[in-house]
């Protein structure tokens, strides 16, 4: 690792904790150790105090001024993000609707020497986050919106019950809600190869709490998810504070673009690149989007 790479890293993340910039060391190899275990077991990993606490009000003071550039619209969704009207049987779950009402700030409107964007585009962070994950490399997506967001969940909105479009994600939790805001996810409900659409199907009916796991997370936590086999959402906010998480998307292969019919919904709009794509998505399985 150049010089340079590791005081970049040394200023973001509290390297005495989590060794980013020793990959060779035994202190990486033990973090790794720790959260490849705990996606092995339940999907998901949390490391807390990942940020320097030095930087823990910069970066909620930064994420809070992007919170207003947030494509905000409550419409009605289901847990695989595919047009409620697409044909499918009567009781798939597909065909419970929701109303959604969070928000996200597209990657556009994130600057380059923004924290997040930073620590997203970071050379040994990728390299942590393949190690964690299992993989030789980790790839920014392709897509120009929603590589990286900021995801801004306001009072009385939740994030409803939903699977990634990416075999997992990275999240930072940059401010927590007064009250409410809780992470709920179901470790691994599907794989590649099952839709597991019973399960799924409990859950959304109410009935499968028995599956629902919880985590408190503070600011400054990174989180490591495989959120396109674990269904998951963010419980309704409560109080007069918005929980805002920045979400750093990065895929086993790269070219992936968000379709355009779920970049529309997330964003309000899309680019030449979701269009030029449309038909032709990487995706590293048959399943629902």
């Known amino acids: 690792m150049v010089a340079a790479e590791a005081r970049a890293v040394e200023r973001l993340v509290n390297t005495v904790r989590y060794p980013l910039d020793e990959p060779a060391g035994a202190g990486w190899d033990a973090a790794v150790s720790r959260v490849r275990?705990?996606?092995?077991?339940?999907?998901?990993?949390?490391?807390?105090?990942?940020?320097?606490?030095?930087?823990?009000?910069?970066?909620?003071?930064?994420?809070?001024?992007?919170?207003?550039?947030?494509?905000?619209?409550?419409?009605?969704?289901?847990?695989?993000?595919?047009?409620v009207t697409t044909p499918l049987p009567d009781d798939h779950p597909g065909r419970i609707t929701v109303r959604r009402g969070n928000a996200f700030v597209a990657r556009d409107r994130i600057p380059a020497g923004a924290i997040v964007h930073r620590l997203y585009t970071s050379g040994p962070f990728q390299r942590f986050v393949a190690g964690c994950f299992g993989l030789p490399r980790v790839h920014e997506l392709a897509d120009p919106l929603s590589g990286l967001c900021l995801n801004v969940v306001g009072p009385g909105m939740q994030h409803p019950w939903h699977f990634d479009t990416n075999e997992f994600t990275v999240s930072l939790l940059t401010r927590e809600a007064a009250d409410g805001g809780v992470f709920e996810y179901c470790p691994n409900i599907r794989s590649a190869q099952d839709e597991n659409l019973g399960a799924v199907r409990r859950v959304l009916t109410g009935a499968g709490g028995d599956m629902i796991r919880r985590l408190i997370l503070r600011p400054?936590?990174?989180?490591?998810?495989?959120?396109?086999?674990?269904?998951?959402?963010?419980?309704?906010?409560?109080?007069?504070?918005?929980?805002?998480?920045?979400?750093?998307?990065?895929?086993?292969?790269?070219?992936?673009?968000?379709?355009?019919?779920?970049?529309?919904?997330?964003?309000?709009?899309?680019?030449?690149?979701?269009?030029?794509?449309?038909?032709?998505?990487?995706?590293?399985?048959?399943?629902?989007?």
């Open 220 to 289: 400054g936590d990174l989180q490591l998810f495989k959120g396109r086999y674990s269904l998951h959402r963010v419980s309704t906010v409560r109080g007069a504070t918005a929980r805002h998480t920045a979400i750093l998307a990065y895929s086993e292969r790269p070219g992936v673009v968000g379709s355009v019919a779920r970049t529309r919904q997330l964003f309000g709009r899309v680019l030449p690149e979701h269009l030029a794509a449309q038909g032709r998505a990487v995706r590293v399985d048959r399943l629902l989007d």
């Open 37 to 83: 275990s705990e996606l092995d077991n339940s999907g998901c990993a949390v490391l807390p105090g990942f940020i320097r606490a030095a930087l823990h009000d910069e970066l909620r003071e930064e994420c809070a001024a992007l919170a207003p550039y947030a494509h905000f619209d409550v419409e009605t969704v289901n847990a695989y993000n595919i047009d």
